[in-house]
Protein backbone atom coordinates (compact mmCIF):
# COMPACT_ATOMS: atom_id res chain seq x y z
CA UNK A 1 0.00 0.00 0.00
CA UNK A 2 1.13 3.53 -0.92
CA UNK A 3 1.76 6.40 1.52
CA UNK A 4 -0.81 8.98 0.99
CA UNK A 5 -0.80 12.25 1.54
CA UNK A 6 -2.31 14.30 4.36
CA UNK A 7 -4.48 15.81 1.71
CA UNK A 8 -5.78 12.80 0.41
CA UNK A 9 -6.92 11.76 4.10
CA UNK A 10 -8.14 15.32 4.54
CA UNK A 11 -10.26 14.91 1.34
CA UNK A 12 -11.63 12.10 2.44
CA UNK A 13 -13.07 13.28 5.52
CA UNK A 14 -14.24 16.28 4.08
CA UNK A 15 -16.24 14.45 2.40
CA UNK A 16 -18.18 12.61 4.75
CA UNK A 17 -21.86 13.65 4.96
CA UNK A 18 -23.66 16.10 7.46
CA UNK A 19 -25.79 13.21 9.01
CA UNK A 20 -22.91 10.59 9.37
CA UNK A 21 -20.10 12.40 11.13
CA UNK A 22 -19.38 12.01 14.21
CA UNK A 23 -19.14 15.79 16.29
CA UNK A 24 -18.54 17.61 19.13
CA UNK A 25 -19.31 21.28 18.57
CA UNK A 26 -17.96 22.50 15.24
CA UNK A 27 -15.02 19.60 15.21
CA UNK A 28 -15.38 16.30 13.07
CA UNK A 29 -14.33 12.83 14.39
CA UNK A 30 -13.68 10.10 12.60
CA UNK A 31 -14.27 7.83 10.00
CA UNK A 32 -17.55 6.04 9.38
CA UNK A 33 -17.00 2.29 9.91
CA UNK A 34 -20.22 1.76 7.68
CA UNK A 35 -23.88 2.54 8.06
CA UNK A 36 -26.95 0.19 9.10
CA UNK A 37 -30.79 0.61 9.10
CA UNK A 38 -34.01 -0.92 10.51
CA UNK A 39 -37.64 -1.58 10.33
CA UNK A 40 -40.03 -4.27 9.80
CA UNK A 41 -38.69 -6.45 7.75
CA UNK A 42 -41.09 -8.72 5.70
CA UNK A 43 -40.73 -11.36 3.10
CA UNK A 44 -42.02 -10.33 0.18
CA UNK A 45 -43.34 -13.58 -1.00
CA UNK A 46 -45.34 -13.49 2.00
CA UNK A 47 -47.44 -10.77 1.28
CA UNK A 48 -47.91 -12.29 -2.42
CA UNK A 49 -49.75 -15.51 -0.57
CA UNK A 50 -51.46 -13.21 1.59
CA UNK A 51 -52.95 -11.32 -1.14
CA UNK A 52 -53.01 -13.14 -4.21
CA UNK A 53 -50.37 -11.08 -5.91
CA UNK A 54 -48.48 -11.86 -8.86
CA UNK A 55 -45.64 -8.80 -7.58
CA UNK A 56 -45.41 -7.05 -4.83
CA UNK A 57 -43.97 -4.52 -5.84
CA UNK A 58 -47.08 -2.05 -6.18
CA UNK A 59 -48.37 -2.81 -2.38
CA UNK A 60 -44.84 -2.76 -0.82
CA UNK A 61 -44.83 1.25 -2.43
CA UNK A 62 -48.06 1.77 -1.11
CA UNK A 63 -47.80 0.36 2.45
CA UNK A 64 -44.84 2.50 2.33
CA UNK A 65 -46.64 5.67 1.54
CA UNK A 66 -49.44 4.75 3.39
CA UNK A 67 -50.68 6.86 6.56
CA UNK A 68 -50.41 5.13 10.49
CA UNK A 69 -54.50 4.49 10.30
CA UNK A 70 -53.99 2.68 7.31
CA UNK A 71 -51.57 0.53 8.60
CA UNK A 72 -53.12 -0.03 11.84
CA UNK A 73 -56.03 -1.21 9.94
CA UNK A 74 -53.69 -3.25 7.17
CA UNK A 75 -51.94 -5.09 11.01
CA UNK A 76 -55.91 -5.70 12.64
CA UNK A 77 -57.17 -7.16 9.20
CA UNK A 78 -54.14 -9.39 9.35
CA UNK A 79 -54.72 -10.41 12.42
CA UNK A 80 -58.13 -11.28 11.59
CA UNK A 81 -57.05 -13.27 8.10
CA UNK A 82 -55.04 -15.23 10.14
CA UNK A 83 -57.26 -16.11 13.34
CA UNK A 84 -60.76 -16.55 11.18
CA UNK A 85 -59.68 -16.50 7.20
CA UNK A 86 -61.65 -13.14 7.36
CA UNK A 87 -61.41 -11.92 3.70
CA UNK A 88 -61.30 -7.90 4.23
CA UNK A 89 -60.24 -5.77 1.29
CA UNK A 90 -57.81 -2.90 3.17
CA UNK A 91 -57.05 0.72 1.40
CA UNK A 92 -53.45 2.01 1.31
CA UNK A 93 -52.31 4.81 0.06
CA UNK A 94 -55.47 5.20 -2.40
CA UNK A 95 -55.74 1.30 -3.88
CA UNK A 96 -57.50 -1.31 -2.31
CA UNK A 97 -56.05 -4.80 -1.64
CA UNK A 98 -57.48 -8.05 -0.87
CA UNK A 99 -57.06 -10.99 1.06
CA UNK A 100 -56.77 -14.78 -0.84
CA UNK A 101 -59.54 -16.56 -0.58
CA UNK A 102 -57.83 -19.16 1.15
CA UNK A 103 -54.83 -19.26 2.84
CA UNK A 104 -51.88 -20.99 0.80
CA UNK A 105 -47.92 -20.76 0.48
CA UNK A 106 -46.41 -19.64 3.46
CA UNK A 107 -49.60 -17.72 4.81
CA UNK A 108 -51.11 -21.06 6.07
CA UNK A 109 -47.92 -21.09 8.48
CA UNK A 110 -49.12 -17.88 10.14
CA UNK A 111 -49.95 -17.61 13.98
CA UNK A 112 -49.48 -14.15 14.47
CA UNK A 113 -48.53 -10.70 12.47
CA UNK A 114 -45.49 -9.68 14.87
CA UNK A 115 -42.11 -11.69 15.56
CA UNK A 116 -41.10 -9.44 18.67
CA UNK A 117 -38.02 -10.37 20.42
CA UNK A 118 -40.01 -10.13 24.11
CA UNK A 119 -37.07 -10.65 26.42
CA UNK A 120 -34.89 -7.67 24.58
CA UNK A 121 -34.97 -4.58 26.29
CA UNK A 122 -32.72 -2.54 23.60
CA UNK A 123 -36.12 -3.05 20.80
CA UNK A 124 -38.04 -0.91 22.56
CA UNK A 125 -35.95 1.50 24.44
CA UNK A 126 -33.17 2.10 21.98
CA UNK A 127 -34.36 1.41 18.36
CA UNK A 128 -38.07 2.07 18.70
CA UNK A 129 -37.73 5.17 20.97
CA UNK A 130 -35.35 6.38 18.44
CA UNK A 131 -37.70 6.38 15.33
CA UNK A 132 -40.45 8.55 17.62
CA UNK A 133 -37.20 11.06 18.78
CA UNK A 134 -36.96 12.05 15.37
CA UNK A 135 -39.54 13.86 14.96
CA UNK A 136 -38.44 16.35 17.44
CA UNK A 137 -34.63 15.80 16.78
CA UNK A 138 -32.42 14.94 13.75
CA UNK A 139 -29.34 14.51 14.90
CA UNK A 140 -27.88 12.96 17.89
CA UNK A 141 -25.86 16.27 18.63
CA UNK A 142 -29.47 18.19 18.57
CA UNK A 143 -30.90 15.77 20.94
CA UNK A 144 -27.74 15.76 23.32
CA UNK A 145 -28.28 19.70 23.33
CA UNK A 146 -31.92 19.64 23.99
CA UNK A 147 -32.98 21.90 26.94
CA UNK A 148 -36.05 20.54 29.10
CA UNK A 149 -38.47 22.90 27.53
CA UNK A 150 -37.64 20.78 24.33
CA UNK A 151 -37.92 17.38 26.52
CA UNK A 152 -41.34 18.54 27.78
CA UNK A 153 -42.46 19.51 24.10
CA UNK A 154 -41.84 15.30 23.41
CA UNK A 155 -45.04 14.77 25.37
CA UNK A 156 -47.23 13.80 22.59
CA UNK A 157 -44.36 12.21 20.67
CA UNK A 158 -43.99 9.45 23.28
CA UNK A 159 -47.45 8.84 23.71
CA UNK A 160 -47.56 8.06 20.06
CA UNK A 161 -44.65 6.20 20.48
CA UNK A 162 -46.22 3.98 23.17
CA UNK A 163 -49.29 3.52 20.64
CA UNK A 164 -47.26 2.10 18.13
CA UNK A 165 -45.73 -0.22 20.91
CA UNK A 166 -48.76 -1.35 21.46
CA UNK A 167 -49.93 -2.20 18.18
CA UNK A 168 -47.11 -4.09 17.61
CA UNK A 169 -46.79 -6.12 20.98
CA UNK A 170 -50.52 -6.72 20.53
CA UNK A 171 -50.66 -9.54 17.65
CA UNK A 172 -47.12 -11.83 18.77
CA UNK A 173 -46.26 -14.69 16.59
CA UNK A 174 -44.71 -17.47 18.62
CA UNK A 175 -43.15 -21.03 18.06
CA UNK A 176 -46.03 -23.23 18.80
CA UNK A 177 -48.61 -20.58 18.53
CA UNK A 178 -50.21 -16.64 19.13
CA UNK A 179 -48.46 -15.10 21.72
CA UNK A 180 -49.25 -12.73 24.17
CA UNK A 181 -47.80 -9.91 26.57
CA UNK A 182 -47.17 -11.35 29.98
CA UNK A 183 -44.38 -13.62 31.87
CA UNK A 184 -43.65 -15.77 29.10
CA UNK A 185 -43.39 -12.78 26.50
CA UNK A 186 -40.36 -11.34 28.39
CA UNK A 187 -39.14 -15.19 28.56
CA UNK A 188 -35.35 -15.10 27.27
CA UNK A 189 -35.84 -19.28 26.47
CA UNK A 190 -39.16 -18.63 24.87
CA UNK A 191 -38.85 -14.62 23.02
CA UNK A 192 -35.17 -14.33 22.88
CA UNK A 193 -33.34 -13.45 19.25
CA UNK A 194 -32.81 -16.70 18.27
CA UNK A 195 -36.08 -18.25 19.12
CA UNK A 196 -37.44 -14.97 17.10
CA UNK A 197 -35.38 -15.17 14.44
CA UNK A 198 -36.78 -18.78 14.83
CA UNK A 199 -40.34 -17.58 14.39
CA UNK A 200 -40.14 -14.86 11.67
CA UNK A 201 -38.01 -17.65 9.20
CA UNK A 202 -40.04 -20.05 9.78
CA UNK A 203 -43.01 -17.97 8.35
CA UNK A 204 -44.78 -17.81 11.20
CA UNK A 205 -44.68 -14.16 11.80
CA UNK A 206 -45.16 -11.08 9.00
CA UNK A 207 -43.30 -8.62 10.10
CA UNK A 208 -40.28 -8.45 12.40
CA UNK A 209 -38.92 -5.27 13.29
CA UNK A 210 -34.84 -5.55 13.05
CA UNK A 211 -31.87 -3.86 11.12
CA UNK A 212 -29.92 -5.47 8.22
CA UNK A 213 -27.36 -7.28 10.61
CA UNK A 214 -29.71 -9.89 10.96
CA UNK A 215 -29.91 -10.67 7.66
CA UNK A 216 -27.29 -13.93 8.29
CA UNK A 217 -28.94 -14.88 11.14
CA UNK A 218 -31.90 -15.35 8.98
CA UNK A 219 -30.55 -17.10 6.23
CA UNK A 220 -28.41 -19.33 8.64
CA UNK A 221 -32.00 -20.58 9.15
CA UNK A 222 -33.82 -20.15 5.80
CA UNK A 223 -31.66 -19.17 2.90
CA UNK A 224 -34.31 -18.82 0.15
CA UNK A 225 -36.15 -16.24 2.41
CA UNK A 226 -33.58 -14.31 3.25
CA UNK A 227 -33.21 -13.79 -0.38
CA UNK A 228 -36.73 -11.89 -0.28
CA UNK A 229 -36.88 -9.56 2.29
CA UNK A 230 -37.02 -6.04 2.36
CA UNK A 231 -37.90 -3.23 5.05
CA UNK A 232 -41.46 -1.41 5.48
CA UNK A 233 -41.02 1.54 8.00
CA UNK A 234 -42.30 1.74 11.58
CA UNK A 235 -44.77 4.18 11.69
CA UNK A 236 -46.38 5.99 14.96
CA UNK A 237 -49.39 8.30 14.88
CA UNK A 238 -47.73 11.32 14.72
CA UNK A 239 -49.75 14.67 13.72
CA UNK A 240 -47.97 17.66 11.49
CA UNK A 241 -47.75 19.44 15.06
CA UNK A 242 -45.89 17.13 16.22
CA UNK A 243 -43.03 16.83 13.59
CA UNK A 244 -40.63 19.86 14.50
CA UNK A 245 -37.30 18.37 13.28
CA UNK A 246 -36.40 20.69 10.81
CA UNK A 247 -36.61 19.88 6.99
CA UNK A 248 -38.88 16.71 8.02
CA UNK A 249 -42.82 16.11 6.79
CA UNK A 250 -44.81 13.68 8.56
CA UNK A 251 -45.32 12.05 4.91
CA UNK A 252 -41.00 11.53 4.49
CA UNK A 253 -41.60 10.36 8.64
CA UNK A 254 -44.07 7.74 7.95
CA UNK A 255 -42.31 6.50 5.12
CA UNK A 256 -38.76 6.57 6.00
CA UNK A 257 -36.45 4.15 7.70
CA UNK A 258 -33.55 5.09 10.48
CA UNK A 259 -29.99 4.90 8.60
CA UNK A 260 -26.96 5.60 10.63
CA UNK A 261 -23.41 5.21 11.56
CA UNK A 262 -23.10 2.34 14.64
CA UNK A 263 -18.90 2.61 14.53
CA UNK A 264 -16.24 4.81 14.00
CA UNK A 265 -12.58 4.59 13.00
CA UNK A 266 -10.65 7.06 14.95
CA UNK A 267 -6.68 7.84 14.55
CA UNK A 268 -4.89 7.95 17.75
CA UNK A 269 -3.44 11.58 18.40
CA UNK A 270 -0.72 9.65 20.71
CA UNK A 271 0.78 7.60 18.25
CA UNK A 272 3.43 7.83 16.25
CA UNK A 273 3.58 10.01 13.26
CA UNK A 274 4.52 7.07 11.44
CA UNK A 275 1.59 5.07 12.78
CA UNK A 276 -0.43 8.06 12.22
CA UNK A 277 0.52 8.22 8.50
CA UNK A 278 -0.24 4.15 8.53
CA UNK A 279 -3.98 4.69 9.69
CA UNK A 280 -4.90 7.67 7.46
CA UNK A 281 -3.33 5.18 4.28
CA UNK A 282 -5.40 2.59 5.44
CA UNK A 283 -8.92 4.52 5.58
CA UNK A 284 -8.03 5.65 2.49
CA UNK A 285 -6.96 2.40 0.78
CA UNK A 286 -10.25 0.77 2.29
CA UNK A 287 -12.83 3.13 1.29
CA UNK A 288 -11.68 4.39 -2.13
CA UNK A 289 -9.96 1.44 -3.77
CA UNK A 290 -11.72 -1.08 -5.87
CA UNK A 291 -10.45 -3.98 -3.69
CA UNK A 292 -11.03 -2.04 -0.20
CA UNK A 293 -15.11 -1.23 -1.16
CA UNK A 294 -14.63 -5.09 -2.46
CA UNK A 295 -13.82 -6.20 1.40
CA UNK A 296 -16.11 -4.00 3.05
CA UNK A 297 -19.21 -5.26 1.21
CA UNK A 298 -18.07 -8.85 0.30
CA UNK A 299 -15.83 -9.93 3.18
CA UNK A 300 -17.44 -7.67 5.94
CA UNK A 301 -21.20 -7.60 4.65
CA UNK A 302 -21.45 -4.20 5.27
CA UNK A 303 -22.83 -1.35 3.70
CA UNK A 304 -20.16 1.16 2.66
CA UNK A 305 -20.82 4.67 4.25
CA UNK A 306 -20.09 6.09 1.26
CA UNK A 307 -21.62 3.43 -1.41
CA UNK A 308 -23.44 5.33 -4.61
CA UNK A 309 -27.14 3.72 -4.76
CA UNK A 310 -27.34 4.39 -8.14
CA UNK A 311 -24.45 2.32 -8.98
CA UNK A 312 -23.92 -0.06 -5.53
CA UNK A 313 -25.39 -3.72 -5.36
CA UNK A 314 -24.79 -5.45 -2.62
CA UNK A 315 -25.12 -9.17 -1.86
CA UNK A 316 -28.23 -9.07 0.43
CA UNK A 317 -31.90 -8.21 -0.03
CA UNK A 318 -31.62 -6.19 3.41
CA UNK A 319 -28.56 -3.82 2.26
CA UNK A 320 -29.89 -3.16 -0.90
CA UNK A 321 -33.57 -1.93 0.92
CA UNK A 322 -31.71 0.60 2.78
CA UNK A 323 -29.64 1.71 -0.10
CA UNK A 324 -33.04 2.10 -1.61
CA UNK A 325 -34.18 4.11 1.12
CA UNK A 326 -31.28 6.43 0.57
CA UNK A 327 -31.68 6.36 -3.06
CA UNK A 328 -35.42 8.30 -2.47
CA UNK A 329 -33.78 10.18 0.70
CA UNK A 330 -36.42 8.37 2.94
CA UNK A 331 -33.99 7.87 5.79
CA UNK A 332 -34.02 9.22 9.39
CA UNK A 333 -31.34 9.79 11.61
CA UNK A 334 -30.24 8.45 15.02
CA UNK A 335 -30.72 11.01 18.26
CA UNK A 336 -31.41 8.82 20.52
CA UNK A 337 -27.65 8.11 20.54
CA UNK A 338 -27.28 12.04 21.84
CA UNK A 339 -30.13 11.53 24.48
CA UNK A 340 -28.19 10.64 28.35
CA UNK A 341 -26.42 7.89 28.41
CA UNK A 342 -27.96 4.75 29.63
CA UNK A 343 -31.36 6.03 29.30
CA UNK A 344 -32.76 4.61 26.23
CA UNK A 345 -32.57 1.02 27.05
CA UNK A 346 -31.18 0.51 30.70
CA UNK A 347 -33.99 3.36 31.52
CA UNK A 348 -37.00 3.62 29.71
CA UNK A 349 -36.53 0.01 27.36
CA UNK A 350 -36.19 -1.62 31.24
CA UNK A 351 -39.35 -0.16 32.00
CA UNK A 352 -41.35 -1.00 28.96
CA UNK A 353 -40.31 -4.86 29.44
CA UNK A 354 -40.94 -4.61 33.64
CA UNK A 355 -43.65 -3.22 33.85
CA UNK A 356 -45.78 -2.82 30.80
CA UNK A 357 -44.85 -6.14 28.31
CA UNK A 358 -46.27 -8.26 31.32
CA UNK A 359 -49.60 -6.86 30.98
CA UNK A 360 -51.58 -7.67 28.19
CA UNK A 361 -53.78 -5.12 27.95
CA UNK A 362 -52.97 -1.18 27.80
CA UNK A 363 -55.06 1.94 28.15
CA UNK A 364 -54.70 5.69 27.62
CA UNK A 365 -53.35 6.27 31.18
CA UNK A 366 -50.33 3.90 30.23
CA UNK A 367 -49.64 5.43 27.19
CA UNK A 368 -49.66 8.92 29.27
CA UNK A 369 -47.21 7.47 32.09
CA UNK A 370 -44.99 5.94 29.19
CA UNK A 371 -44.47 9.44 27.85
CA UNK A 372 -44.45 11.34 31.28
CA UNK A 373 -41.52 8.30 32.95
CA UNK A 374 -39.30 8.87 29.70
CA UNK A 375 -39.75 12.28 29.90
CA UNK A 376 -38.76 12.39 33.60
CA UNK A 377 -35.83 10.25 33.03
CA UNK A 378 -34.30 12.47 30.01
CA UNK A 379 -34.66 15.48 32.13
CA UNK A 380 -33.28 13.97 35.55
CA UNK A 381 -29.95 12.49 33.76
CA UNK A 382 -29.46 15.65 31.35
Known amino acids: MTTVA ?4 KTLADAIPTGLRLTTGSDSYGVPYNVEGYGYIVDTQMLMDLFALESADAMLADIKAASYDEWETLVKAIDAYIKNTTVATVELNGNNYT ?74 AGLDGAAVRGNDFVSE ?7 TVQIFADSKAVFFKQGNWAYGNIAGVNAD ?19 TAEGLTLDKFNSSIPVFVPNY ?20 W ?24 ATTTLPNSLGNSILGYV ?15 TWSGEIVGLKILESYMTKETWTDDDYNAIADYAIEQWKELN
Do not use: C
Open 265 to 284: YAINAKATAAEQQAGMDFLV
Open 225 to 243: QAARLTFLPVKMPMTDADI
Open 327 to 341: KADKTLAAPYQGAPA
Open 99 to 172: FAAAKAGLAANLNGVFAVMGSQKWTYGDHFINVAINAAFSSAAAANAATDEEVDSLKNVFVAYAKALDLKTSYL
Open 286 to 309: LNTSEAGKKFIIEDFAFIPYNADP
Open 6 to 9: DGEF
Open 189 to 195: AKFGYDQ
